[in-house]
């Protein structure tokens, strides 16, 4: 995914962080146990939300112990293995080569190339597990190419195929139905995902004419100041109405060890992402966590 769902640090509780932690680390060390060490780079703060999320909804057991790892020998929390764990690493390594898939599409580089030879062993070895997810991820897929060949106006329209997947990720992880308000904050959760690196990355879609919901609905691009600040009401109505469909969905879910830590993501990660992008004149940074 991307890096658009992450808690504010600065409001963040020390247990809260320790556990968003945990969820993160348990997420890369299931994956390289699971698909070798290279495709832990896979790990990204939005699927933690995730896991997190699933987890507290599931009722599942969180196991969480200290270690070191490969990567940090330093010891720290870090949620061990567990079925819905290793369903979850399946799920991220499935979308992470979609995604790779989608950069070698748009000619975005050598790199998408090499991710997409990397993860090509994993990525069946994922399907072979989550073969309902791989199904719902090619329909996202072809769903979205056609929006952006005929470069469809709307931003709601543009961002349904990617939400819709996001929705209905729940019941195929946990195989089970699942809570309308669970349905509902996953599919704003990936509406905001889709048009905050849309928003992102306008410049670069500007640059390289590729379809862009944002360019394709309003036009006048300039520059991404420029373009922000002409459009600002409707940017700002439109990402304070996901976040505010998403803390809806929120307060209809009981929540049991991630309530906090969920809740910080939602009420206080989210509107502040979306401040940060629309004050900002250039490509956001990777957060840190």
């Known amino acids: 995914m991307y890096g658009y769902i992450v808690p504010k640090k600065n409001t963040l509780r020390a247990g809260d962080f320790v556990l968003y932690r945990s969820f993160y ?12 060490n290279m495709p832990r780079f896979t790990t990204n703060y939005d699927f933690a939300f995730l896991t997190a999320l699933m987890h507290d909804y599931a009722q599942a057991d969180v196991v969480i112990e200290e270690h070191g790892c490969i990567l940090n ?3 720290k929390a870090m949620l061990q293995c567990n079925p819905l764990l290793e369903k979850l690493a399946a799920v991220n390594i499935i979308l992470s080569y979609q995604k790779a898939l989608d950069g070698v599409y748009d000619g975005d580089g050598f790199k998408y190339k090499v991710v997409k030879r990397m993860l090509k062993k994993p990525f069946k070895t994922a399907v072979e597990l989550c073969p309902q997810v791989h199904s719902a991820v090619c329909e996202m897929e072809k769903a ?6 005929s470069c469809m106006p709307g931003i709601d329209r543009a961002a349904e195929p990617f939400a819709a997947l996001m ?3 729940p019941e ?11 349905k509902g904050l996953c599919y704003n959760i990936g509406k905001f995902v889709y048009l905050a690196d ?14 862009n919901p944002f360019l394709a609905t309003y036009g006048g691009f300039e520059n991404r100041k420029q ?14 109405s996901i976040c505010g469909r998403a803390a809806q969905c929120f307060g209809g879910l009981r929540f049991s060890q991630s309530y906090s830590l969920i809740r910080n993501i939602v009420f206080e990660g989210m509107p502040d992402k979306a401040e940060e992008l629309l004050r900002s004149d250039r490509k956001l940074k990777p957060p840190r966590i």
């Open 73 to 75: 020998p330093k010891r």
């Open 172 to 182: 195929l992880i946990l195989n089970t139905k699942t809570d309308d308000n669970l």
């Open 167 to 169: 929705r209905s990720l």
């Open 25 to 36: 680390c348990g997420m890369c060390c299931q994956t390289g146990a699971l698909y070798g």
């Open 198 to 211: 849309a928003l992102d990355d306008i410049t670069d879609d500007f640059k390289r004419r590729r379809y």
């Open 144 to 149: 979205q190419r056609e929006i952006e060949r």
């Open 227 to 240: 373009f922000i600040s002409a459009h600002s009401d409707e940017l700002e109505f439109c990402f304070k």
